[in-house]
């Protein structure tokens, strides 16, 4: 019930493309949910998030869209840019209920030239 | 620039050594996480450290030993380690009162011979 299930593994994304990235949870004690995106190298990095009572959130080319009812979110990046390639992880937690937050398995995205 | 240091960033140890990892945060959090990440996967929390006090401890072996001596520092000390402990360890750190973002430092790739 912890789990958060993140799909595709992997994406290969054309430049001007759209990536997108579909992630699931079963915990509906869940009620935020933040993307974070990791280079080669570096430490992930909070890109975006939503709270389960918006049905969306843009940020410049990115945009999580969120289903409460399928419990069901994801993320889509617009124009995707060859410097957009990196992994991206979903995740989910409930602040009030202390400080685990359980992370999606990753996408490792390819946006070609 | 992440606002989360940790150092080294590169560590090779053999299995007798004694070594520590240091992080470092100024932006008056008053949580702070160890995580484990290997290759291709998601970080693993190890611990949390709230006000200074372990929070957490996700059944972690005894041969990594945290310590946090004061609200922005926080080590973490190795020793008797194993080589499938080579792995990024990531330093977190998160607000008060914990709103769900996680802040990581760029990791420390530690190499167990």
Same mark, same amino acid.
């Given at each position: &019930? @912890?789990?958060?299930?993140?799909? $595709?593994?992997? /994406? +290969?994304?054309?430049?001007?493309?759209? *990536?997108?990235?579909?992630?699931?949870?079963?915990?509906?004690?869940?009620?935020?949910?933040?993307?974070? &995106? @990791?280079?080669?190298?570096?430490? $992930?990095?909070? /890109? +975006?998030?939503?709270?389960?009572?918006? *049905?969306?959130?843009?940020?410049?080319?990115?945009?999580?869209?969120?289903?409460?009812?399928?419990?069901?979110?994801?993320?889509?990046?617009?124009?995707?840019?060859?410097?957009?390639?990196?992994?991206?992880?979903?995740?989910?937690?409930?602040?009030?209920?202390?400080?685990?937050?359980?992370?999606?398995?990753?996408?490792?995205?390819?946006?070609?030239? | 620039?992440?606002?989360?240091?940790?150092?080294?960033?590169?560590?090779?140890?053999?299995?007798?050594?004694?070594?520590?990892?240091?992080?470092?945060?100024?932006?008056?959090?008053?949580?702070?996480?160890?995580?484990?990440?290997?290759?291709?996967?998601?970080?693993?929390?190890?611990?949390?450290?709230?006000?200074?006090?372990?929070?957490?401890?996700?059944?972690?072996?005894?041969?990594?030993?945290?310590?946090?001596?004061?609200?922005?520092?926080?080590?973490?000390?190795?020793?008797?380690?194993?080589?499938?402990?080579?792995?990024?360890?990531?330093?977190?750190?998160?607000?008060?009162?914990?709103?769900?973002?996680?802040?990581?430092?760029?990791?420390?790739?530690?190499?167990?011979?």
């Amino acid at each position: &019930q @912890q789990q958060v299930k993140q799909s $595709p593994q992997s /994406l +290969i994304v054309q430049k001007g493309g759209i *990536s997108i990235i579909n992630c699931a949870y079963e915990n509906t004690a869940f009620d935020y949910f933040p993307w974070y &995106q @990791q280079f080669p190298g570096k430490g $992930p990095a909070l /890109l +975006i998030a939503i709270r389960p009572d918006v *049905s969306e959130k843009k940020e410049g080319r990115f945009t999580i869209s969120f289903n409460k009812s399928a419990k069901q979110f994801s993320l889509h990046i617009m124009d995707s840019q060859p410097g957009d390639s990196a992994t991206y992880f979903c995740a989910a937690t409930q602040p009030t209920g202390g400080f685990k937050t359980i992370f999606g398995a990753g996408t490792r995205l390819f946006v070609k030239a | 620039d992440t606002e989360v240091t940790q150092t080294p960033k590169h560590l090779v140890m053999g299995m007798t050594n004694k070594k520590s990892l240091k992080c470092e945060q100024h932006m008056g959090h008053r949580a702070m996480y160890w995580y484990k990440q290997k290759a291709k996967k998601p970080p693993e929390l190890m611990f949390v450290y709230s006000y200074e006090k372990l929070s957490i401890n996700e059944s972690v072996p005894s041969r990594f030993s945290p310590e946090c001596p004061n609200s922005s520092l926080l080590n973490l000390h190795l020793h008797a380690l194993q080589p499938e402990d080579s792995a990024l360890y990531l330093c977190a750190s998160s607000h008060p009162g914990y709103t769900g973002e996680l802040f990581f430092g760029e990791g420390s790739r530690l190499t167990v011979l």
